[in-house]
C-alpha cells in the first residue's frame, strides 16, 4: 500500500461548480499537508499549506485535514477554467523537509 | 519564494547516452532537491544535494546513475547516464522554503527527457 493515495482523475466539471479533491494516508507519522498546483509542462507550485485537523482558508480554496481519519481534502469554489491543472496532495514528518506525494488529480474545468 | 530555472527545459536523447540537467536559484539555498515524475506516478524522491558534502540518495536511486554536483548554493546538476527508454520523464528540482513558519519546498519548471 503506498503511503499517500490520490484518485488520478480525470475530473471534469463546469465553470462555477465547487470542486472536491481528496487524499489518504497511511502513515500517522505525517503531520504536515501541503497542496499543490501543476499546469501543464510547468513545475508544481505550492497552494495550500496546514498542519493542523480542520479547515485552512485562502480566497477560493479551502484545506481541510482530518488526522484522526488519515483523510485530506481541498475544495475550491467556484470553480474557474484557470483552475484547470493537476492537483497534487504531498505531507512530511515532524521534521525535515522530505515530501511524500500523491499522483495527483487531473482537473477540468468547462467554461 | 525562490525563483528556479532548469536548463534544458526538454530534450530528446539516444539510448546508452547521457544528459547533464542543469538548476538555478535565484537566492542562496542549504538544500536542493531532485525528483522524477513519471507518467502516471508520484513525484519521487531521488536524492537531496546539500553543498559541501555528497548528495544523498533514496532507495532505488544510486549515485553511478543519477551523479548529482552541488558546486555552491544556487546551483546543481543531475545527470542521467546510460539512458534507457524507461528513463523517459520529468526530471524537477526543488529548494528548501518556508510556509507560514513550516518547512516546505519551491520547484522548478522540470526537464521533459525522452529516451530512444
Known amino acids: 500500500q503506498k503511503e499517500v493515495e490520490q484518485d488520478p482523475g480525470p475530473l471534469s466539471v463546469p465553470e462555477g461548480a465547487i470542486v472536491s479533491l481528496n487524499c489518504t494516508y497511511s502513515n500517522s507519522a505525517f503531520q504536515y499537508f501541503m497542496w499543490y498546483r501543476q499546469y501543464s509542462r510547468k513545475g508544481p507550485e505550492l497552494l495550500m499549506y496546514?498542519?493542523?485537523?480542520g479547515n485552512k482558508e485562502d480566497g477560493r480554496f479551502t484545506a481541510q485535514v482530518d488526522k484522526s481519519s488519515k483523510y485530506i481534502s481541498l475544495f475550491i469554489r467556484d470553480s474557474q477554467p484557470s483552475d484547470s491543472a493537476t492537483y497534487l496532495c504531498a505531507m512530511r514528518r515532524n521534521s525535515g523537509y522530505a515530501l511524500n506525494f500523491g499522483k495527483g488529480t487531473s482537473l477540468l474545468v468547462t467554461p | 519564494s525562490a525563483v528556479i530555472s532548469q536548463k534544458p527545459s526538454r530534450d530528446i536523447c539516444q539510448r546508452g547516452t547521457s544528459l547533464t540537467i542543469q538548476c538555478q536559484v535565484d537566492?542562496?539555498?542549504?538544500?536542493m532537491f531532485w525528483y522524477r515524475q513519471q507518467p502516471g506516478q508520484s513525484l519521487t524522491l531521488i536524492a537531496t544535494?546539500?553543498?559541501?558534502?555528497?548528495?544523498?540518495?533514496e532507495s532505488g536511486f544510486v549515485i553511478d546513475k543519477f551523479p548529482i554536483s552541488r558546486p555552491n548554493l544556487t546551483f546543481s546538476t543531475l545527470t542521467v547516464s546510460n539512458m534507457s527508454p524507461e528513463d523517459s520523464s520529468i526530471y524537477l528540482c526543488?529548494?528548501?522554503?518556508?510556509?507560514?513558519?513550516?518547512?516546505?519546498?519551491?520547484f522548478g519548471p522540470g526537464t521533459r527527457l525522452l529516451v530512444l
Open positions: 544535494a546539500n553543498q559541501g558534502s555528497e548528495a544523498t540518495y
Open positions: 496546514t498542519y493542523s485537523s
Open positions: 526543488s529548494v528548501e522554503g518556508s510556509a507560514g513558519g513550516q518547512e516546505t519546498q519551491y
Open positions: 537566492s542562496q539555498v542549504t538544500m
